[in-house]
Structures are given as structure tokens and as C-alpha cells.
């Protein structure tokens, strides 16, 4: 079955970067798009930006240009999200996804990967 | 960005009932729009896509309506394994954006 396998929980200096790792199986890795988004406790979800694991192309939300690099490795079917200049704002579960899409229906995700919590603190 | 405002936030439902969530976009999306259920410390979980297709392996008594800028996500009969969290999001534009989620909860 289609699964996407993060990986495990992180804890982060305020100035530090994190890399956060999205392993693909159960599909063709290069076919479908993987976003990522991320959910700080009790809020709402918030998206960052996606990745075309084919070509390597990427899209980011402005909020996060400059401070965000996704990146692929095609011979593990991995994606990467690795964000930089952490604050403990940036303390959340962040989530990779697979993007579905149809020219007639838009683009949908599906499945989601497990969650990444990544803390910041000093 | 297109702001995705859902209500209620929060609702109590009993088994059994009929359950109406509304998610209104700032700005026209034609059908381009998601629901999804969350539940505690789990992933988001696709139950509507394009406005109204069912995903796969999705209960039928989930449904979605509307389009434009007006959406719903009906539960026609409430069960004990959906009290969740629900949260649209629309796909017409980047950046993606996202519904505050309306909690069901046990009345």
C-alpha cells in the first residue's frame, strides 16, 4: 500500500536547522508531487510547499522563502524538508503528503506521512 | 492567499445525527476544495476531494457540497469513530490554504 515513513522526533537550539525525511513506497516515487505542512499544537494546519520528485522543481509558501530547502534523493524515494533559523515558533509537527491531481478536480493529499514533531527550545 | 474560515469551530453531537460543517472561501475556488479528518495525535486523513468525489474507502455517509465560495462536509448518521476534528482546504491556488477545523464532539 502507498505509505509515506517520516522521520523521528526532533529537538532543536533556537538558530539551529532541522532536516526531516519523507521515505515513499508503495508507488512510482517520481509520479506524484509530495507537500509538505506543518501543525503547531492545538492549531490549525499550515502549508509550506511542495516538491516534484521527478524533476527536482519546488514551490515555497512566502513565509517560509529563505528559510526552507526541499530537496529528493530518487534512489531511496526520499523527499526532504530541511528549515533553517528555528525559533520555538517553528515547534510543530510537520507532516509530508502525497499530492493527487486532476486537471478536472484540482489536487488533493493523500496519504499523509505519520508526523515529525519537532521542538525548539533553548 | 485565500482565507478559508469554517464553522462552527466546535460542535456536540450525539450518535445517530445528522452533522453540518460549512467552510467559506474569501474568494471563488470552483470545486477545488478538500475535507479531511484528524483525530488526536494522528495525520490528517482525506475524505472529500474536488468539493463531492468520495476517496476511496470512505464512509458514504460522508458527503460535500458547493461551489464558488460555499462549502459543506455532511455526516448523515454520527458514529462513535467519527468524533474528529474536520478541516477543508482549497487546491485552487498556491499557497494551499487551510480551514481552523470544526471539532465534533460527544454531547
Known amino acids: 500500500q502507498v505509505q509515506l515513513a517520516q522521520s523521528g522526533a526532533e529537538v532543536k537550539k533556537p538558530g539551529a536547522s532541522v532536516k526531516v525525511s519523507c521515505k515513499a513506497s508503495?508507488?512510482?516515487?517520481?509520479?506524484?508531487?509530495i507537500n509538505w505542512v506543518r501543525q503547531a499544537t492545538g492549531q490549525g494546519l499550515e502549508w509550506m510547499g511542495w516538491?516534484?520528485?521527478?524533476?527536482?522543481?519546488?514551490g515555497y509558501a512566502q513565509k517560509f522563502q529563505g528559510r526552507v530547502t526541499m530537496t529528493r534523493d530518487t534512489s531511496i524515494s526520499t523527499v526532504y524538508m530541511e528549515l533553517s533559523s528555528l525559533t520555538s515558533d517553528d515547534t510543530a509537527v510537520y507532516y509530508c503528503?502525497?499530492?493527487?491531481?486532476?486537471?478536472?478536480?484540482?489536487?488533493?493529499?493523500?496519504?499523509w506521512g505519520q508526523g515529525t514533531l519537532v521542538t525548539v527550545s533553548s | 492567499d485565500i482565507q478559508m474560515t469554517q464553522s462552527p469551530s466546535s460542535l456536540s453531537a450525539s450518535v445517530g445525527d445528522r452533522v453540518t460543517i460549512t467552510c467559506r472561501a474569501s474568494?471563488?475556488?470552483?470545486?477545488?476544495l478538500n475535507w479531511y479528518q484528524q483525530k488526536p495525535g494522528k495525520a490528517p486523513r482525506l475524505l472529500i476531494y474536488?468539493?463531492?468525489s468520495l476517496q476511496s474507502g470512505v464512509p458514504s455517509r460522508f458527503s460535500g457540497s458547493g461551489s464558488g465560495t460555499d462549502f459543506t462536509l455532511t455526516i448523515s448518521s454520527l458514529q462513535p469513530e467519527d468524533f474528529a476534528t474536520y478541516c477543508c482546504?482549497?487546491?485552487?491556488?498556491?499557497?494551499?490554504?487551510f480551514g481552523g477545523g470544526t471539532k465534533v464532539e460527544i454531547k
Open positions: 503528503a502525497r499530492c493527487a491531481e486532476q486537471r478536472r478536480f484540482g489536487s488533493w493529499f493523500d496519504p
Open positions: 508503495g508507488y512510482t516515487f517520481t509520479s506524484y508531487d
Open positions: 516538491i516534484n520528485p521527478n524533476s527536482g522543481n519546488t
Open positions: 474568494q471563488s475556488i470552483s470545486s477545488y
Open positions: 474536488a468539493a463531492s
Open positions: 482546504q482549497q487546491s485552487y491556488t498556491t499557497p494551499r490554504t
